[in-house]
């Protein structure tokens, strides 16, 4: 089993940033393709952005969604066991729950289609206003 927990959430600004944490544990961290999602309110959770397993800073090591491409930023400490989502200039509509997302897989790339992930953290909170 593996457990995630998010953290980082809350209320800002338009045009002001936050970055948001995701703690893993139960699997050794390197095992572990993960990925950021959200869930507007009446909305259905859609994908933000995933990286592999190294999350190494070489092109390929993540993905974004088109809206957040140039804004957000995925990132993660092996040291540290946690994942990173750095988001910059936020928009009201960047507004919604923000959920991490891992599967332990050995092969390479990243994984963007929510079926494909087994765990998942409990979300949290963003609301950016205007």
């Known amino acids: 089993q593996v457990q995630l927990v998010e953290s980082g959430g809350g209320l800002v600004q338009a045009g002001n940033s936050l970055r948001l944490s995701c703690a893993a544990s139960g699997r050794t961290f390197s095992t572990l393709k993960m990925g950021w999602f959200r869930q507007a309110p009446g909305k259905e959770r859609e994908f933000v952005a995933a990286?592999?397993?190294?999350?190494?800073?070489?092109?390929?090591?993540?993905f974004y969604a088109d809206s957040v491409k140039g804004r957000f930023a995925i990132s993660r400490n092996i040291a540290k066991n946690t994942m990173y989502l750095q988001m910059n200039s936020l928009k009201p509509e960047d507004t919604a729950v923000y959920y991490c997302?891992?599967?332990?897989?050995?092969?390479?790339?990243?994984?963007?289609?929510?079926?494909?992930?087994?765990?998942w953290g409990q979300g949290t909170q963003v609301t950016v206003s205007e």
């Open positions: 990286i592999n397993r190294s999350g190494g800073a070489s092109g390929g090591a993540a």
């Open positions: 997302a891992a599967k332990v897989d050995y092969s390479s790339g990243y994984l963007i289609r929510q079926t494909e992930y087994d765990y």
